[in-house]
């Protein structure tokens, strides 16, 4: 999911950061302070499972958990997976300090758009709140990998050879984040309602 | 309302959670291949260059497309790794090289030789050198003994290349260790250290705005 650095075109990068910027932006301003914790251990929970890998075929792909980052904060996720990546990019030289910008949209995009469209759906009982929210992590991870054959169709690839070649690396992750969300969700609902989107007293 | 189920719920579900970040904790140091940095490493041997591309945690990138660039950034020539992750190519023309591997999905490494590096007699396919040693052929004396010392030198440098070949995998090995356990800490440490930071800038905010309404 971390593109690396030299890759990408000058114009798809400086997209990347002035998406990345202002969805950030949009992000802080709507980040309730009361829950900068939440924020915090969602960070840094980001930040960790980008180590735990699933090992399929040749190579191997990471956890990603944008999708129940999305869920918990809304807009607020881009801050958070911005802030994440930067230290991945520091500390594990994953993706870099160009691509800051493209890999946040790629990560933190899906994830904000899965919570509009789930964030009805979770506050409801388990029978749609669960496969909502496995679809809810699933899809964030799908979207994620589209947005990565986007921006690798700027510079040589074909967008629609390098996206499939994308989503069919990332199958095992969407279905093993997809349990994931549902699972966080189910035990946020027996614990923490209020921490889920569409939740009433 | 529900307290003490949900408490009960929480206490039984505290063992699946710790045990559940327990089993990803096994698969994050037992599993090592990973797919985001590609470490290059490459050598020059004699006239060919041995380039070694790796995922940072050691697995080989296995059919990824090597390019090498001379320093001015004009493609000599292209080729791709073999299962291993390996790709070795006769010097092309004595110059600094780059050496870029792109992986596909967006993975890149890449690794610059300096024309230092660059063995002085390279474009010269290498002579199989007389297992003798020098001839003491009647010549005239400094034409012997030039060649005498070329030979040498050739010994030499055959002989340095494979006792050093070993010795640079291992260091292209140590190169590329993943991330330690100071990395993660340190990461975990910087995002509640910018936690910390967001609620002071916050709460000193609202203190003052409190204080401007006691005094107006």
């Known amino acids: ?201 | 309302m529900k307290k003490f189920p949900a408490v009960a719920f929480f206490k039984c579900h505290k063992i699946i959670f710790g045990s559940a970040c327990l089993v990803s904790l096994c698969l994050m140091w037992s599993v090592s291949a990973m797919a985001h940095r590609v470490n290059v490493f490459a050598w020059v041997e004699g006239g060919t260059v041995h380039t070694e591309s790796k995922f940072s945690g050691g697995k080989g990138v296995k059919d990824g497309e090597v390019l090498i660039y001379d320093l001015e950034g004009s493609r000599l020539l292209s080729g791709r790794t073999d299962a291993q992750g390996e790709f070795s190519f006769r010097i092309p023309q004595k110059t600094g090289m780059k050496i870029v591997v792109q992986a596909g999905m967006g993975h890149r490494g890449e690794w610059t030789i300096p024309l230092s590096e660059i063995d002085p007699r390279a474009p010269i396919p290498e002579t199989p050198v007389s297992q003798e040693g020098p001839s003491e052929t009647a010549q005239s004396g400094a034409a012997a003994s030039s060649v005498n010392l070329d030979q040498i030198r050739h010994i030499l440098e055959q002989s340095l290349d494979r006792r050093l070949g070993p010795v640079l995998k291992l260091l292209a090995e140590s190169r590329d260790r993943g991330p330690t356990l100071q990395d993660i800490l340190g990461g975990i440490g910087y995002v509640f250290g910018l936690m910390g930071l967001a609620a002071y800038v916050h709460f000193r905010r609202k203190t003052r705005q409190i204080e401007s309404q006691k005094e107006g």
Do not use: W
Not at chain 1, 1 to 26: K, Y
Not at chain 1, 66 to 73: A, F, R, S, W
Not at chain 1, 155 to 162: I, M, S, V, W
């Open chain 1, 1 to 201: 999911m971390h593109i690396s650095e030299g890759i990408l075109s000058g114009p798809v990068l400086i997209s990347g950061i002035v998406l990345a910027a202002a969805g950030t932006a949009i992000g802080l301003k709507k980040l309730n302070y009361d829950r900068i914790p939440r924020a915090a251990i969602l960070s840094a929970s980001f930040f960790v499972a980008s180590l735990v890998h699933i090992p399929i075929g040749p190579s191997s792909v990471h956890l990603i958990l944008n999708g129940i980052v999305g869920l918990i904060l809304g807009c607020g996720a881009f801050p958070v997976i911005l802030v994440a990546l930067a230290l991945q990019s520091v500390f594990f030289q994953f993706g870099g300090i160009t691509t800051l910008g493209v890999n946040t949209v790629i990560m933190a995009l899906p994830a904000v758009l899965c919570y509009y469209v789930f964030r009805n759906l979770v506050g409801k009982g388990p029978r749609i709140a669960l496969p909502a929210a496995f679809l809810c992590g699933l899809l964030s991870v799908f979207f994620g990998a589209v947005i990565v054959g986007l921006a690798l169709a700027f510079t040589e690839e074909h967008f629609l050879k390098a996206s499939y070649l994308v989503v069919m690396a990332h199958i095992p992750v969407m279905i093993i984040e997809g349990i994931i969300t549902a699972f966080c969700v189910a035990f946020l609902k027996k614990v923490q309602p209020e921490m889920l989107p569409g939740y009433v007293r």
